[in-house]
């Protein structure tokens, strides 16, 4: 069971969230478990379940596609289906509230876009998009999709997890997001291991770490680099740092729990 939500810690991170003239919300998969998206390392995460050393990398992939197609398929559909599925939780809903009563720089590592259908308007994806589709070497965007046609590519990648052909069918399935049409090569863009981060957003995002005054960590074990530099900038620029997880750890001010009950806390104590 969770230890209670510790109510000095609350008020305390309620008084820096409402004196804060400029916001950073750094955001990992925890803010998204509550929509139905796995974490990528918890209990049932992605990488527990498929390797990231072949699931996170681009060659790894290429491999896998020629070994293993099915094994293959049924990832893409434990990342996309998910995705296509999911609304916005509280926690995503609390902090594009934030955003509505002051500047707020929502830096996340989600390929989701809930925080942008919660309402928040400046969202740096330093991770990049699953609905974003670009070219193979990532420089020039192609096309951005609707949840809609995400929903029937998982419908399709579904149908490759089984049966004989499964490359063949993967292929016919993803090719919306991947693959060679009349304009050239395109595939997903996402970040990978091993890849640079998306760019203008991961130079935005170090600029608003270091200009904020309180930055707010939420569902992130923080162990992916370049990106979990973020809370250290802006600790080392001044800010207040608050931690939203309910994992073990200790940041300045740690809040315990879950992001999607006690975001909404933390905006009704700070405004209300
Ligand atoms: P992780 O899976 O590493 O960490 C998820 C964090 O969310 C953990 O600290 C959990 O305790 C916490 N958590 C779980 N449920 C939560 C909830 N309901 N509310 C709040 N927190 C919760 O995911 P990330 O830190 O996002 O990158 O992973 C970082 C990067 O690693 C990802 O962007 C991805 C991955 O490899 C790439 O693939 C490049």
Not at 21 to 44: H, L, M, Q, Y
Not at 153 to 159: K, L, S
Not at 233 to 243: F, L, S
Request: glycine share 8%; proline share 6%.
């Amino acid at each position: 069971m969770n230890a209670p939500l510790d109510n000095e810690a609350l008020n305390i991170a309620a008084w820096h969230l409402r004196e804060a003239k400029r916001v950073v919300v750094f955001s990992g998969a925890g803010v998204s478990a509550e929509s139905g998206i796995p974490t990528f390392r918890d209990d049932g995460g992605f990488w527990t379940e498929f390797p990231p050393e072949i699931y996170a990398t681009w060659n790894g992939i290429l491999r896998a596609a020629t070994k293993e197609p099915r094994r293959l398929a049924a990832f893409v559909h434990a990342v996309i289906a998910p995705i296509a599925d999911a609304e916005p939780n509280p926690a995503h809903r609390a902090i594009a509230e934030v955003g509505r009563r002051k500047p707020v720089t929502v830096v996340t590592q989600n390929i989701d876009r809930l925080h942008q259908r919660a309402g928040s308007t400046r969202v740096l994806e330093v991770h990049g998009s699953m609905y974003e589709v670009v070219s193979l070497n990532g420089k020039k965007s192609k096309r951005t999709l609707t949840q809609s046609q995400l929903k029937r590519i998982a419908e399709r990648v579904r149908r490759a997890k089984y049966g004989v052909l499964s490359l063949a069918r993967l292929l016919v399935a993803i090719r919306p997001i991947a693959g060679v049409g009349i304009t050239g090569a395109h595939r997903p863009n996402l970040v990978l291991f091993g890849d640079s981060l998306a760019e203008p957003d991961w130079s935005d995002a170090l600029k608003a770490a270091k200009e904020c005054d309180c930055l707010l960590s939420v569902g992130t074990s923080g162990l992916v680099l370049p990106a979990a530099m973020i809370p250290a900038y802006a600790k080392d620029a001044g800010a207040n740092v608050i931690t939203i997880d309910p994992g073990e750890g200790g940041g300045d001010i740690w809040l315990r729990g879950k992001a999607g009950d006690i975001l909404p806390r933390l905006v009704a104590r700070a405004f209300d």
